[in-house]
């Protein structure tokens, strides 16, 4: 009888329990969630990895607890021993839960807010990035405090703490810390290769690869970076005398109150099962009229390359259209793997126009829109398969599973 299910795909978080399912040698299905992805909603509505079922409709979450529940499943002591600490070294256990704590929530938080911004996924803060790189240096420096006198960061053993923790190293090494840094911190890289090449991580690793440069702040564009002209004195003055003026309303205000109410429909989406409830509710109530439906596409999706970043780049141009957050309601998924993915979805606007809805977004150009025909069937599938995510999209006649996605609402 199989001891579970485990949610597992490309996210770094995930490798070290795949990892252990496979090296422990457990009775455990290790599945992606793209690929069983009702059941996964259903299991688990907040869509985490990874994420375990076991018996008795048992269920985990969060990362520490699974890894924590798969090293006791095994029946190798030995192994649990060098994996947890001994049960007689009460010091070498609460060590082991520190660095792994350390690193999955402190050290890997930092790490996003240092890689987002330098890679254009959110806007670019300098004092931001700058905190961040401050609390990452601070924190190296206590890795590399332990490791330049012990070859692990607990005992003479791979450790919980070893895996977590190169693991979350995996995305510094591949866009922070480049070959001056690792000049300067030996320990650390001798300790990295050494856990990555254990045979409870080394499958995870094919493909990986230094970076030779650390990410650097992107650059401004050529307007942005000329400085507005000096107004006239007689201007200045002008304008100091008139009164001040009121905020714009959005042009879409313009359109008058709907009789389509956009929060009922955003609020059914987010309660409700999609297919059987949230989608037919939608197509009841929906006004072509009042509302467009727009296919919404990357326009540079052959230069994609980690399914995490594309996702990323998703989520960045989310957050610069919430000025049209009223107007306007959608999803936004990445399909296929690790180079070789793609970015597609559906908004609907209010009105005909995407335009003024979109261009509240400095980047909306970065995407093609193409207006759906509600009355056409295959339109209206395509429509509900991007809102549910729960079928391939076809590429060129070839399936992709979707792995990953935002709602914008």
């Known amino acids: 009888m199989s001891q579970g299910t485990l949610y597992a795909n490309f996210r770094i978080r995930t490798w070290v329990p795949r990892g252990l399912v496979k090296a422990l040698k457990l009775d455990i299905n290790v599945v992606a969630p793209e690929s069983a992805a009702a059941q996964f909603a259903k299991d688990f509505p907040l869509k985490k990895v990874p994420a375990f079922v076991g018996p008795n409709g048992f269920k985990l979450t969060e990362a520490m607890a699974i890894n924590y529940y798969l090293v006791k499943l095994s029946q190798d002591e030995k192994m649990k021993t060098q994996l947890l600490g001994a049960e007689d070294d009460l010091n070498a256990q609460a060590q082991i839960i520190r660095w792994q704590s350390l690193a999955n929530n402190d050290f890997c938080i930092q790490m996003v807010n240092a890689v987002a911004p330098l890679k254009g996924d959110v806007p670019y803060n300098k004092k931001n990035v700058d905190a961040a790189m401050d609390a990452i240096a601070k924190m190296v420096d206590i890795f590399d405090g ?3 006198n012990n070859t692990y960061l607990v005992t003479e053993h791979v450790s919980l703490a070893d895996l977590v923790a190169a693991s979350i190293f995996t995305r510094f090494f591949e866009n922070l810390f480049g070959f001056e840094w690792r000049a300067q911190h030996p320990a ?13 991580l080394k499958d995870e690793y094919k493909g990986f690869e230094f970076t030779d440069k650390p990410l650097s702040p992107p650059r401004k564009k050529k307007d942005e970076a000329k400085p507005a002209p ?6 200045g003055a002008a304008a100091a005398r008139a009164p001040p003026l009121h905020k714009p309303k959005h042009p879409l205000e313009l359109l008058g109150k709907p009789t389509f109410a956009l929060d009922d429909w955003k609020r059914m989406y987010s309660n409700a099962d999609t297919r059987p409830v949230a989608l ?5 109530h929906y006004n072509p009229e009042e509302y467009s439906l727009w296919k919404v596409t990357y326009k540079y999706n052959d230069e994609l390359t980690l399914t995490f970043m594309s996702n990323n780049l998703i989520g960045g141009f989310l957050n610069r259209l919430t000025g049209s957050t009223k107007y306007m309601f959608g999803c936004l998924t990445v399909y296929g793997e690790n180079n070789d993915n793609g970015i597609t979805g559906v908004f609907m606007v209010r009105g005909q126009d995407y335009v003024p809805a979109f261009d509240v977004a ?10 759906l025909d509600p009355s056409s069937k295959d ?11 729960d079928k391939p999209v076809s590429v060129n006649g070839e399936p992709k599973e979707i792995v990953d996605g935002k709602v914008f609402k």
Not at 382 to 388: R, S
């Open 146 to 148: 332990r490791l330049q």
């Open 188 to 200: 650390i890289v001798r300790w990295f290769n050494t856990v990555r090449a254990s045979h409870f």
């Open 230 to 235: 000096a107004a006239p004195a007689a201007a």
């Open 280 to 284: 037919p509710w939608f197509w009841e």
């Open 362 to 371: 400095p980047d909306w150009e970065s995407f093609d829109y193409t207006k």
């Open 379 to 389: 339109d209206k599938e395509f429509v509900n398969d991007m809102w549910a995510w």
